[in-house]
């Protein structure tokens, strides 16, 4: 078919998909759309959360937090300063359970400052909590030092009165002197949200009043100023019923993100997280919410754009040397993945630091997923690209226009399967320009980049990532590492190794990125 015709192939000599040989090593086909992108995420797709918890937030008898919360994060850390920093910028949300009940030192008269205390008693286990201004001042230094953006969650329950379970409005006395002594104190916040996992226990008809609130709140308060920031909500667990009444209750333009989490494999004491993460059919179980929540927003809420607010894959703070180790390398960068295909434009992963989930580990050394998501941010630009694969379901690829090579285009490559080697050709559609008039000439570069990521001695709940077989370690002197990739001649076939990770910068021109 003419479809077919217009298919063309990098490699000489391609083998059919899925034929093997005496090597182990299994063949196969990457199509790579590139007449036009598929979706568009933002250049701040990568984002990380920092969180309320204090250090004796425990789970399963395990306390992980340590001094990671906002409140007492060592702001100084030169390794934390530069894991940021490395990112220029990087994407932070400020938030998580304890944000509904937190209550900011401000106002007249003046909030009590009272810290979190352990309450088992209370909903969330923790009573009190207190924002000191003075500490406020602090994060925000450190956000314009290391050259962060900022998403804040605000105290969704704060003053609002609940009878049988029913909640009634919110009160925005609190948020509303925060965000004028941000203002102020000039300091820059892109994003307001409002609460956290309230979707469904605040009926949609309450919050969308309480979202036009802040709506107003921000729009007072910013007017004059050069840029007004974001109004987020609700960061909870997708509904498709819940979201669709919010968007219409609130109104268009009023809400310019909608937000959701994801923790699709379950607490963190399962023992079956490496094996789910491993199962590319568990994997494909989350496609059905972005799909959802795409059409949902397409239909009753275009004027909106979707974030992931919170994703940490396993609840209650992950289970060590699974979410904070190398084999969690397949499901983050998958999520990645799969998000901005379906129009996802920011993905906020739980945590930063804090928890057995963060993309650094309690010294702030990074966690194997720091890595990835830094190529990702210097790698995948905004235009997503569709792809297909043919061979092995257990290899999973995913295709960006190049974040600064004008006209090529960057994939990612996962290989979930433990005994084989896949030898990879693509096929670009249409590679060039020319090919549009009819004219069957290809001018390919002769090389191009590749990052292999895999894990210290082949161990996948290692906490060392390997890159191009080279360990990743911070330097004496509190450095990143650089990530220096692979030359490699472009007419040669990709070879991604038993479970691994595999970045690969293709600089050819095709159309979707000129």
Not at 293 to 308: E, F, H, I, M, N
Request: charged share 15%; net charge negative; aromatic share 10%.
């Amino acid at each position: 078919c003419c479809c077919c015709c217009c298919l063309l192939f990098i490699n000489q000599g391609l083998v059919a998909a899925s034929s093997k040989n005496r090597f182990g090593t299994e063949n196969a086909v990457i199509a790579v759309d590139g007449k036009s992108p598929i979706s568009q995420v933002a250049d701040d797709y990568i984002c990380a959360t920092l969180d309320w918890w204090p250090h004796d937030k425990c789970d399963y008898g395990t306390c992980s937090w340590g001094n990671a919360s906002l409140l007492n994060l060592d702001l100084a850390n030169l390794i934390l300063r530069n894991a940021v920093k490395a990112f220029s910028p990087l994407k932070i949300r400020l938030g998580g359970t304890l944000q509904d009940v937190v209550v900011y030192g401000i106002g007249d008269p003046l909030e009590p400052c009272v810290p979190f205390t352990k309450n088992l008693s209370t909903s969330f286990s923790f009573s009190g909590g207190c924002l000191p201004m003075s500490r406020w001042d602090a994060l925000n230094h450190f956000f314009k030092d290391t050259g962060a953006l900022v998403a804040f969650g605000l105290n969704a329950l704060y003053g609002r009165s609940e009878v049988d379970g029913v909640y009634g409005p919110w009160n925005s006395t609190n948020a509303r002197d925060l965000i004028y002594y941000s203002v102020h104190h000039g300091y820059t916040i892109q994003a307001w949200e409002l609460g956290n996992e309230l979707s469904g226990i605040i009926s949609a008809s309450q919050y969308a009043a309480d979202v036009k609130q802040l709506h107003a709140i921000v729009k007072e308060i910013y007017a004059g100023t050069s840029s007004q920031p974001l109004v987020v909500a609700p960061d909870g667990f997708f509904d498709q019923e819940w979201y669709r009444e919010i968007l219409q209750e609130s109104g268009q333009g009023i809400l310019n993100v909608i937000t959701h989490h994801i923790y699709n494999l379950g607490p963190g004491s399962a023992t079956d997280l490496v094996q789910k993460i491993l199962n590319f059919t568990y994997l494909d179980g989350v496609l059905s919410t972005f799909r959802s929540l795409r059409d949902t927003l397409q239909k009753y809420g275009p004027w909106a754009s979707s974030w992931v607010g919170e994703a940490g894959g396993a609840y209650n703070s992950g289970r060590h040397l699974v979410t904070d180790s190398f084999v969690f390398n397949f499901w983050y960068v998958d999520q990645l993945g799969m998000a901005a295909s379906f129009g996802t434009t920011s993905y906020c992963r739980q945590s930063l630091i804090g928890g057995n989930y963060g993309l650094l580990s309690a010294t702030f050394h990074p966690n194997p997923t720091y890595y990835s998501a830094l190529l990702w941010h210097r790698l995948m630009g905004r235009k997503v690209l569709a792809t297909h694969t043919s061979g092995s379901p257990y290899l999973r690829a995913y295709a960006h226009c190049s974040k600064h090579a004008g006209g090529g285009f960057t994939l990612v490559l996962l290989n979930l399967d433990n005994n084989t080697q896949y030898s990879i050709s693509l096929n670009i559609e249409p590679l060039s320009v020319w090919e549009k008039l009819g004219i069957n000439v290809v001018i390919a570069p002769s090389t191009r980049q590749e990052y292999h990521l895999t894990a210290m001695n082949g161990d996948i709940q290692s906490q060392i990532v390997l890159l191009n077989g080279k360990p990743l370690i911070v330097t004496a002197d509190g450095q990143i590492p650089r990530l220096h990739p692979d030359i490699v001649m472009a007419d040669l076939p990709i070879l991604v190794n038993p479970l691994s990770v595999t970045y690969v910068s293709v600089p050819s021109q095709i159309p979707a990125c000129s």
